[in-house]
């Protein structure tokens, strides 16, 4: 306890001046450095100032230091006999990554059981040491001692128990030890990993997850998932997928906390950082509206004529932000109330006299007896990108797969022959992105040629048609996964 004292006494002064000097900046003008923050804190606030805050450290270190240091005291041999075997754990567990790395299990799987297996193997060694440990330092202090020194407590236990004495208490700990360090591993070893990863936010359920799925599975993106795990690294990139819901991922990517998400433009609207981020680009998918919906009879069909009234809506921010500049205009107060689902039944519960909500379809919203009045955005899926990443490199890398993955999903890739006399009229029909690729055919058909080009897929029926109408033959329409445009 005095330790504790003591180190709080010396210590604690600097931790005030460190802690003043971090809470201000020097455009505040307030201290020059830490000597002067020294000085001015002592003469303005007197010496006990240096002090503030010094209850709940001076708690903490008298209780850390009396039994740390109490431990030490009372039984260093055995505590030192004792922690040696950590050396045991991290170098068995080295062994046991690699050749748990030889059965091709996922990164996560292997830190897991390295973990747990070590641990197993530390407590087989070190568990005599712990023995001889407890039993030493629990002794009464007495005066004579019963076991002076550890090693009187090595033979007692031996000659009363034999080796198997040593073990005493053993299973608990053996039990505990597997899922207990194969957790605290695989956490250590994913939190140190995420420090030189690219950061990529992803919804974590619903439409967007399983449609994000897809398109980093045609990007080549290997990980692993496990169920309701939030973190999952990817094992041929410096990459690790943080799973988060959709409308928080705009505010992570802005304050940097990722470096990449994936979210929907009226998300980042909703958030406020559209100044904040990057958009990559747009997706293709989660495509809807933004709108205002009134019931289909209602006393108001305009957005004026719903200033001043009661809006409920997921989008508070963004709401507050149209109906704002019309309540000024106005003179009126429209008053915005915040719901986190079903926003179609407030104006059937007579909590709203008209929402602002998403339509994709519409289906939901005309079963609830409402139509939509005004548009306020479109919006679909976007990747976005912190603009101070580290890791811009990485984005681009990632950026260019993803957009391959669109173009291709968007293409086929059609083939066909055709006599030359009739090539200009087939290029016409299948112009591809930059020209198709064109090569000659075996002597026998010194005439013809094959053609190669990209046609959009929603039309290759009709592209097939055109082609069969003036001569083509052998027309085969393939589709790819990936590509580079």
Known sequence: MASGVTKLA????????????????????????????????????GVRALYKGATPPLIGWMFMDSIMLGTLHNGLLPTMAFRSWF????????????????????????????????????????????MIKNTYMSQPDVVPRRF?????????????????????????????????????????????????????????????????????????IHFNRRSRQDIALCSNLPVALIFLPASDIPKYVAEGNVDLGISGQDMV????????????????????RLCVQVPVNGPHQTLESLVGKRIVTSFDAYARKIFEPLDAKLGKKTTINYVSGSVEAACALGLADGIID???????MRAAGLHDIHDLMPTQSVLLANKNTTHQDMIDKLASRIRGVITASKYVLCTYNIERKNLPAAVKITPGRQGPTVSQLEESHEDWVAVSSMID?????????????IGATDILVMAFTNCRV
Request: charged share 25%.
């Open 148 to 220: 002076p020194k550890p090693t009187a407590v090595m033979t007692y236990i031996y000659q009363t128990a034999g080796l198997k004495g040593f073990y005493r208490g053993f299973v608990p700990s053996f039990l505990r030890a597997f899922p207990t360090n194969a957790a605290a591993v695989f956490m250590f070893e994913t939190t140190m990993h995420l420090d030189n990863r690219l950061l990529f936010a992803v919804p974590k359920k619903g439409r967007l997850y399983e449609q994000c799925l897809q398109l980093l599975q045609g990007a080549d």
């Open 457 to 469: 897929k929603k039309k290759k029926g009709e592209i097939m048609d055109e082609l069969t109408d």
């Open 87 to 130: 050396f045991v754990f991290w170098a068995s567990y080295d062994v046991f990554v690699r050749q748990l790395r030889t059965y091709n299990l996922s990164d996560g799987s292997v830190t897991f059981l390295a973990g747990g297996l070590s641990a197993t193997t530390f407590w087989l060694g070190a568990f005599p040491s712990d």
């Open 10 to 45: 010396v210590g604690h002064p600097f931790d005030t001046i460190k802690v003043r000097m971090q809470t201000t900046t020097a455009a505040d003008g307030r201290f020059k450095g830490p000597l002067d923050c020294l000085l001015k804190t002592v003469r303005q606030e």
């Open 269 to 288: 609207e909703e958030n406020e950082v559209k100044d904040k981020v990057t958009e990559v680009m747009e997706l293709g998918f989660g495509s809807c």
């Open 358 to 364: 998403l339509v994709e379809s519409g289906e939901t």
